[in-house]
């Protein structure tokens, strides 16, 4: 069965960074991009980028652009998403996503089950 | 950045009934849009991608349609499982991938 597991819940501080971790299974992690998205509490979605798990380019929404870091582990299928110099309304929700890929890129076939993010003082 | 809207924001049907959920999109998005389910806890689940197009295991009653910039999501017989809320995304101009901000279908 193909699977994307995601690190724990995390407690940040304002100004901390946090790291999200997301380990693939049942499939070839090379082949596939994978996407991160967050929803904060009671809200929709919203991507923040991916990553290339072959070569490790990435792709940020501008508005994490100078704040995000998607990096990826092959050894160990593991993508990785780190966001810095938190703030409030980062607390929400972070998924992990694997994209179809061709010719539907952009569509989100595997979802993890979720890293909640709490940011408070 | 592509605008998706989504219509109405709640939707109130009874089991059985035919329940029908819009998106638009502020430009044209071509058949590059998908819908997702959401349960309350669970990460969302694809449904429908390319515009008309069911996701593996998806239930025949799910269908979508349209292109361009105006999008249906239809569910012919709403079953207890099916209360959920659903999004729609566009995947033609990115950065970013933009998603609507939901639609919940909830029981009459």
């Known amino acids: 069965q193909v699977h994307l597991v995601q690190s724990g819940a995390e407690v940040k501080k304002p100004g901390a960074s946090v790291k999200v971790s997301c380990k693939a299974s049942?499939?070839?992690?090379?082949?596939?991009?994978i996407h991160w998205v967050r929803q904060a509490p009671g809200q929709g979605l919203e991507w923040m980028g991916r990553?290339?798990?072959?070569?490790?380019?990435?792709n940020y929404a501008e508005k994490f652009q100078g704040r995000v870091t998607m990096t990826r582990d092959p050894s160990i299928s593991t993508a990785y998403m780190e966001l810095s110099r938190l703030g409030s309304d980062d607390t929400a929700v972070y998924y992990c996503?694997?994209?179809?890929?061709?010719?539907?890129?952009?569509?989100?076939?595997?979802w993890g089950r979720g890293t909640p993010v709490t940011v408070s003082s | 950045e592509i605008v998706m809207t989504q219509s109405p924001a709640t939707l109130s049907v009874s089991p059985g009934e035919r329940a029908t959920l819009s998106c638009r999109a502020s430009?044209?998005?071509?058949?590059?849009l998908a819908w997702y389910q959401q349960k309350p806890g669970q990460a969302p689940r694809l449904l429908i991608y390319?515009?008309?197009t069911r996701a593996t295991g998806i239930p025949a009653r799910f269908s979508g349609s349209g292109s361009g910039t105006e999008f249906t999501l239809t569910i012919s017989s709403l079953q207890s499982e099916d209360f959920a809320v659903y999004y729609c995304?566009?995947?033609?101009?990115?950065?970013?991938?933009?998603f609507g901000q939901g639609t919940k279908l909830e029981i009459k």
């Open positions: 430009q044209s998005v071509y058949s590059n």
């Open positions: 390319g515009a008309s």
């Open positions: 990553i290339n798990p072959n070569g490790g380019g990435t």
């Open positions: 995304q566009q995947s033609n101009n990115w950065p970013p991938y933009t």
């Open positions: 049942g499939y070839t992690f090379t082949v596939y991009f």
């Open positions: 996503a694997r994209d179809y890929g061709y010719p539907h890129l952009g569509d989100f076939d595997l």
